[in-house]
């Protein structure tokens, strides 16, 4: 699972998953495409853009930002040969009935239309180079419904179907897309929220990178389609 001579792209890199993520490709030689809202987020977590990593400090849901995005990663690094999808998060909420439009629009956005945007910008530059991996961040929680959790788990399942589609689409075109299912994923902000859990039970963040490395990977070649689950101890 090398990756010498390689470009990945991880959205939401600044993020406790997405720097896990930018680490352990970068132990494996890739060339790093990272993107995250705001530069400053990104040189906290990483320092400074060297030869092997270029930063992309965009919005996600604005398409053309993330058209323009890509296009300079390909003018600098020649293609792109990985695309994770990290960016995503997390919102309870009011009961069905209850739930504002806005909160609705927050979680579709941030979970599901980022992979959109992504996908319409890297797979036809996948399909030019003739090859390519692409792993999506859904939610072992979004197999079903629960209460309070609506727009939370629709939105990741939407990611699990994107994920099933895109797949059927392009497995004969030699792109391989798969989907992880994190449950509670170990980092400070879940750990504040939820003083009385035991977090040893929960995901660590570069236990997860490792799965998503893999599904990047050659290794992964024969797997099309995957829902995963990464769940940990729980």
């Known amino acids: 699972m090398e990756f010498a001579n390689r470009t990945v792209i991880v959205t939401g890199a600044a993020g406790n998953l997405g720097r896990a993520v930018a680490e352990a490709f970068a132990a494996r030689g890739a060339k790093l495409v990272l993107i995250d809202l705001r530069r400053d987020s990104l040189e906290r977590a990483f320092g400074a853009e060297d030869a092997h990593r ?20 390909v003018e600098r690094f020649g293609r792109i040969d990985a695309l994770c999808n990290i960016a995503g998060g997390f919102r309870m909420g009011p009961a069905v009935h209850e739930t504002p439009s806005t909160d609705w629009d927050f979680l579709f956005d941030l979970n599901a239309r980022t992979v959109l945007h992504m996908a319409r910008t890297v797979v036809p530059r996948m399909l030019a180079s003739g090859a390519g991996r692409i792993v999506n961040v859904g939610a072992f929680g979004a197999q079903r419904g629960a209460a309070r959790m609506a727009a939370y788990t629709a939105s990741k399942s939407v990611v699990i179907r994107l994920t099933e589609s895109m797949a059927a689409e392009l497995r004969e075109k030699n792109i391989n897309v798969n989907c992880v299912l994190p449950a509670t994923i170990d980092t400070p902000e879940n750990r504040a929220a939820m003083p009385d859990a035991d977090p040893s039970r929960w995901v660590a963040p570069g236990d997860l990178a490792s799965v998503i490395v893999f599904l990047a ?7 099309h389609g995957a ?3 990464v769940t940990g101890l729980v």
């Not at 990977?217 to 797997?223: K, N, Y």
Request: hydrophobic share 60%; aromatic share 4%.
């Open 54 to 73: 270029m930063f992309a400090p965009i919005d996600l849901l604005d398409q053309t930002q993330v058209d323009a995005a890509v296009a300079r990663a």
């Open 217 to 223: 990977s050659d290794a992964a070649r024969a797997i």
């Open 227 to 229: 829902a995963l689950p």
